[in-house]
């Protein structure tokens, strides 16, 4: 399978593959996963919910790229992928919502079937941030790629270097909103509510998305 860099050009992208997957619905894919065609015996794969964003370069071209090195990743499916949204950048770190610097952001949300572990599924995303050009000169500094790991499964983890769920996910309208897009029992009436109040719009709606060619 072809990977597909953020840097090569529009013309020579991707194949057409609207989301949800060929032979699934939203609802179906989720409430009936199946292995990932790609694991292995011994770890039972997980839904895993990675939150894509990026507001550096050309953000909608990173986060397309991403999805198919998501896809790509060993042991790991891609099963469903949200609309794009554009976003004002935003920082929640202090839990008062303050603006951050940069242009607006794209962001998605992906479900990941993965046999990879936590850890090294953190490992796999920060590589693809590094493949990216991600750099980190300042905290919540414009990136051409951000991904983290919202869900994995129904685990909690609290380790030096992952939390899981993520811990501001709930704050964070551009990760709610197309959470609830593809996996709508994972987020409560109340919570899209409480951030009701930040500014989101739809991008490029899934189904016209030309997203890669994860099913080659
Ligand atoms: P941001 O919080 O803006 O996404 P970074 O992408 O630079 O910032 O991530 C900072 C650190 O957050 C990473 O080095 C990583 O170890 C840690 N981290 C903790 N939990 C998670 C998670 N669920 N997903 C991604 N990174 C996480
Ligand atoms: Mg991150």
């Known amino acids: 399978m072809n990977r597909v860099s953020p840097q090569a050009s529009e ?3 991707f194949q057409r593959q609207p989301y ?4 699934q619905t939203q609802a179906s894919a989720l409430a009936q996963p199946q292995p990932a065609d790609k694991a292995a015996a011994g770890r039972d794969p997980v839904t895993a919910y990675i939150a894509l ?7 909608a071209a990173a986060l397309r790229w991403a999805v198919q090195a998501l896809d790509d990743l060993p042991l790991s499916r891609v099963r469903l992928v949200s609309s794009l949204y554009k976003t004002a950048p935003l920082d929640t770190d202090s839990g008062v919502e303050v603006a951050a610097p940069g242009n607006d952001y794209l962001n998605a949300v992906a479900a990941l079937e993965t046999g990879l572990s936590a850890p090294a599924l953190l490992d796999a995303l920060q590589a693809l941030e590094l493949q990216a ?19 994995y499964g129904s685990a909690c983890i609290d380790s030096s270097r992952l939390t899981v769920p993520h811990p501001r996910m709930t ?13 709508p029992g994972l987020v409560s009436a109340g919570q899209l509510e409480a951030v009701a109040h930040q500014a989101i719009g739809l991008f490029e709606d899934a189904v016209d998305a030309d997203w890669t060619d994860a099913r080659c």
Do not use: C, H, K
């Not at 964003?53 to 953000?59: E, F, K, Q, R």
């Open 11 to 13: 013309a020579a992208s």
């Open 20 to 23: 949800p997957l060929p032979g």
């Open 53 to 59: 964003g990026a507001n550096l370069g050309d953000a």
């Open 133 to 151: 050009g991600r750099q980190r000169p300042y905290r919540n500094a414009p990136r051409t790629l951000d991904l983290d790991v919202l869900l």
């Open 171 to 183: 704050q964070r309208a551009f990760v709610l909103v197309p959470l609830a897009e593809i996996a």
